[in-house]
């Protein structure tokens, strides 16, 4: 009698083959490529990954932590970028000084928002892989108040993932009161808590993290 097993064997093979064939041709074309580059697609702040703090002087020795706890912002595909900050948000970790800030400082019922815009060079982001990391001069316009001032420093620019990116700058961002008229409000805010002094020029940090829309 003729045995069927192997005959039986090997049309499961066979059978087994074409399945594969078939899983393979029905897998994504583009499933072992690189991630798209960073150029394409528009970007949007992470509000939760992102921060952004001041260091305030008084009496000529004593620092204290500064923050705003609100902000919004883009980057475009043709490198436009903007930075809506939320000047109601500062958080100063006294509320007495918060409303102060936000009362007689920043007036904030008539100018609620500050806006930091640049213009970045697509070109020189679009080789950036997962991991890697840039330095690039930075050149953007604060407005408060509505008054502008143009401030440079210089950026480390990370590729975290392949749809996030996180900036942050070299060294703190110098920002004086004179360059936004705020120099009488700083006096008033001084003379109400009876101090000898407030520093007019505070250093300003960030990491602000974005993610592709």
Known sequence: MISLRPFAFAATLALGLV?????GADAPAGAATEPAALTEGNWTLDPAGSRLSYVSIKSGEVAEANRFDAMTGTVA????????????S?????????????E????????????VTAKL??????GLAVGQSIIRPLKATVGIKGMTSDVETEVIVTRASADRVTVVPTA??????????????LGELRALA??????????VTFTLSFSRS
């Open 19 to 23: 399945a594969c064939a078939e899983q």
């Open 104 to 115: 007689m400082f920043f007036d904030v019922a008539n100018n609620p928002t500050a806006t």
């Open 77 to 88: 595909t043709d490198g436009t970028a903007s930075l809506d900050i939320d000047l109601g």
């Open 121 to 126: 060079d697509p070109a020189a982001f679009v």
């Open 172 to 185: 703190p961002v110098i920002i004086s009161t004179d360059m936004f008229g705020l120099t009488d409000e």
């Open 90 to 102: 500062v958080n100063t970790g006294v509320d007495i000084r918060n409303e102060r800030m936000r």
């Open 194 to 203: 009876e101090l000898p002094s407030i520093t007019p020029a505070v250093p």
